[in-house]
């Protein structure tokens, strides 16, 4: 796309980068069942190997853009790819759970700068409009790419070679990466000699941290368990003192001033809303095709191909299609269509055979495709250029809060929809409360050992059967919730963005 051949190679390296960490999130998500019975994890350690990265990002774009500023995008990159990288080697290695988590923590400190740094060095290696919509195109296309490959390899990597090999490709990837961003990009920095809101950045983390710990650690009693509600109540103080230090500062990690425009404001809840559902329903799925349908971790990532990949040939039409329909009607089209789709899976049973569910996943992928670049579009037309970059770490950090969410409450749902129905089919046959526990806790544990103490006459096919319709039942409470999510962002976007945005420059 450019004859300067180094900044050919400065392109490709920004879309390694990444596309091994697009490929690691959306990868270990088809590992997680291995990882379950190899670590022996339960359902709330499944939802923190997930989260841990995610909270760690989140808690950390905002501050990566202004170290970036201060220091040099480049050195500041390079760092993040060096931190991805050595923390994959720890995950690959973990011999228990919490080494596991703390690698993942730290793959999500190295990821924060590794999306919005690639951006702004690609918005500097490529001045001019034209080459800067070319490079941007890529970077995007690539993004799309690992979105679709990442649970097919991913899949196939832990069926071949162990969960460890899927964090263990990351490490000649990130090496590339980090040689040729070290040798072909140039630095820029000091741009804008900017103070960290360290008050604001410390908020933000206890906030993000406490609530979700309070989710996710409170599957088996939420709103009984002291602790969870304690941790609801930090969540709380600190979500107000968060809002006044930001609303005071002179540097606020977060403007809140940018929350004055409606269409922005908006267009940010919707995105939590988008990612809070389908970043669940890959987790929830996953869990679903291998523990429940018996699939291999290759076959259950094939099986997202289709809803992948309609998700990426949705978004390359989005724009035409919102340029000649307006952005308002676009995005609230794709979400009704995926409410739609989502909903349909209440109709699913532990034994549906996947055709039977392949055209709600397809609908699903293109109704969340024709909505999102809109949504971006609209967000960022919405704002002056001059905050463009702070506008776009926001949504950034929009999207991953939806993940965390996503992953904390839908489990939570889960969990707890799972266990109560198990345990009222397991009364049902008599079984005394300590064999009941001990049923439940190992279902929660992705399997279903037969106690010695187990009557004649309930078989292990008969307890697998209540395994399956418990954690069916629990996939349709989520579902439920993820298409009430969906359709209320439709209906966010009918009522607060204008019909006459038609964005015909932003595509």
């Excluded at 969870?228 to 107000?240: E, F, M, P, T």
């Excluded at 540097?251 to 389908?278: C, D, E, K, Q, R």
């Excluded at 309609?310 to 308002?328: P, T």
């Excluded at 439920?480 to 038609?502: D, E, M, N, Q, R």
């Amino acid at each position: 796309m450019n004859r300067n051949p180094v900044k050919a190679i400065a392109l490709w390296a920004m879309c390694l980068a990444l596309f091994m960490a697009n490929l690691d999130d959306t990868g270990v998500n088809v590992a997680l069942p291995k990882i379950q019975v190899s670590l022996d994890a339960d359902l709330s350690g499944l939802q923190w190997i997930l989260n841990a990265y995610t909270l760690s990002a989140a808690s950390l774009v905002l501050p990566s853009g202004t170290l970036g500023d201060m220091y040099g995008r480049k050195r500041v990159f390079l760092a993040g790819l060096v931190i991805f990288t050595t923390a994959s080697a720890i995950c690959a290695m973990a011999p228990n759970l919490g080494v596991l988590i703390a690698g993942r923590t730290l793959q999500g400190i190295g990821a924060a700068s590794l999306v919005p740094g690639s951006l702004s060095i690609l918005a500097n290696t490529f001045p001019a409009p034209k080459e800067k919509a070319k490079a941007i195109g890529i970077w995007s296309a690539v993004s799309g790419l690992a979105l679709v490959a990442g649970p097919v390899v991913g899949g196939l990597l832990a069926d071949t070679l162990g969960w460890q090999s899927v964090f263990f490709l990351n490490l000649p990837l990130g090496a590339i990466a980090f040689w040729l961003t070290f040798c072909f990009v140039k630095e820029v920095g000091n741009l804008r000699q900017q103070p960290i809101d360290v008050p604001g950045f410390l908020l933000s983390i206890v906030l993000l941290a406490s609530f979700t710990y309070a989710l996710t650690e409170g599957n088996a009693g939420l709103w009984q368990s002291p602790l969870a509600l304690g941790l609801l109540g930090v969540a709380g103080l600190s979500l107000l003192a968060f809002l006044i230090v930001e609303s005071r500062s002179s540097h606020p990690m977060l403007p809140l001033n940018l929350f004055n425009n409606p269409t922005f404001a908006v267009v940010n809840v919707v995105s939590v809303f988008i990612f809070f559902t389908f970043v669940s329903l890959l987790f929830i799925f996953s869990l679903f095709l291998q523990q429940v349908q018996g699939y291999s971790a290759t076959a259950a990532g094939v099986r997202f191909l289709p809803m992948n990949g309609a998700f990426v040939m949705a978004s390359l039409v989005s724009g035409w299609l919102a340029a000649r329909l307006g952005w308002r009607f676009a995005i609230a089209m794709g979400l009704a269509m995926a409410s739609v789709a989502t909903f349909s899976f209440t109709r699913m049973s532990a034994d549906t055979e996947y055709g039977a569910i392949l055209g709600s996943l397809v609908l699903s992928g293109l109704g969340a495709g024709l909505a999102l670049s809109p949504l971006i579009a609209a967000a960022m037309s919405a704002i002056p250029s001059s905050k463009a970059g702070i506008a776009s770490a926001v949504l950034n950090v929009s999207n991953r809060l939806g993940n965390v969410f996503g992953i904390a409450i839908q489990g939570t749902i889960l969990t707890q929809r799972l266990a109560s129905d198990l345990r009222r089919s397991l009364s049902a046959w008599n079984l005394p409360a300590n064999v009941q526990d001990r049923l439940i806790a190992d279902a929660l544990h992705g399997g279903a050992k037969v106690p010695n103490d187990l009557p004649a006459n309930i078989s292990l096919d008969a307890i697998h059967r209540a395994i399956g319709n418990a954690f069916v039942s629990g996939l349709h409470a989520t579902v439920l919730v993820a298409s009430i999510a969906l359709l209320a962002g439709a209906l966010l976007i009918l009522a607060f963005i204008s019909p006459t945005y038609k964005g015909r420059s932003h595509f």
